[in-house]
């Protein structure tokens, strides 16, 4: 089993749905981070957490939110979803020294 | 400017070549480096930190100029495994909250 795991792999939707997606993690880290790959700009990071309900913003958080209910648990939230949003997101985590980032498989979101 | 630039190549070789790819950096006072590999629709995963004197891992070696604001990744004998994208990773704080990615340099190991 993957250490850390996304749902869903793979999402299409419409403009306007609202769309969470999940990560959760079985290696004990308390740092968790939510990235957007693009083609042409490499990963961008939307938000991240060092602990449960510990939020900060990344370089690209408007139009995202996220949760961080439990050690285990990161959601990132598209309230409104928008085309510009359609990308590969991936969830990573770090141990608290935070030098490595583990990540997960990736969602693939398109949204029409 | 991105805080991290990389020439996306495709870098296409034959096996057995030698190949380096440099990426540089805008913020002087990033203070961590790592290269990271991606295979095709995988994620990404840690290759090698870099290290001020440089450093070496088996056919890889990475190295760091400050001064200059660029790392490097020295492939050796290259391998058809070794088909993959690069990322060269930045970070700028003690406390590692942020990682600046690049958006990788491709690499075509060819028979």
């Known amino acids: 089993d993957a250490d850390v795991t996304q749902t869903p792999r793979n999402r299409i939707t419409k403009t306007g749905k609202r769309i969470m997606l999940e990560c959760s993690q079985t290696?004990?880290?308390?740092?968790m981070y939510w990235y957007r790959q693009d083609p042409g700009l490499g990963l961008r990071l939307i938000y991240y957490?060092?602990?449960?309900?510990?939020?900060n913003k990344g370089e690209i958080s408007d139009g995202y939110s996220v949760s961080r209910q439990a050690q285990a648990k990161f959601s990132l939230s598209l309230e409104s979803a928008i085309p510009n949003q359609t990308a590969l997101y991936f969830c990573?985590?770090?141990?608290?020294?935070?030098?490595?980032?583990?990540f997960g498989d990736g969602t693939r979101l398109s949204i029409l | 400017r991105k805080e991290v630039e990389q020439d996306p190549g495709p870098f296409n070789v034959p096996e057995g070549a030698t190949v380096a790819f440099n990426c540089t950096y805008s913020?002087?006072?990033?203070?961590?480096f790592f290269w990271y590999r991606q295979d095709c629709r995988k994620e990404p995963k840690l290759l090698m930190s870099?290290?001020?004197s440089g450093n070496e891992d088996g056919r890889f070696t990475a190295q760091l100029n400050r001064a200059s604001q660029y790392i490097s990744l020295l492939i050796r004998d290259s391998k058809l495994s070794d088909s993959a994208t690069y990322l060269c990773?930045?970070?700028?704080?003690?406390?590692?909250?942020?990682?600046?990615f690049g958006s990788g340099t491709k690499l075509n190991v060819k028979p």
């Open positions: 957490s060092f602990d449960v309900k510990d939020i």
């Open positions: 990773v930045v970070v700028p704080t003690y406390n590692f909250n942020k990682f600046y």
């Open positions: 870099v290290y001020s």
């Open positions: 913020n002087s006072a990033s203070q961590s």
């Open positions: 990573a985590t770090s141990d608290s020294v935070g030098k490595v980032q583990h």
């Open positions: 290696k004990g880290h308390d740092r």
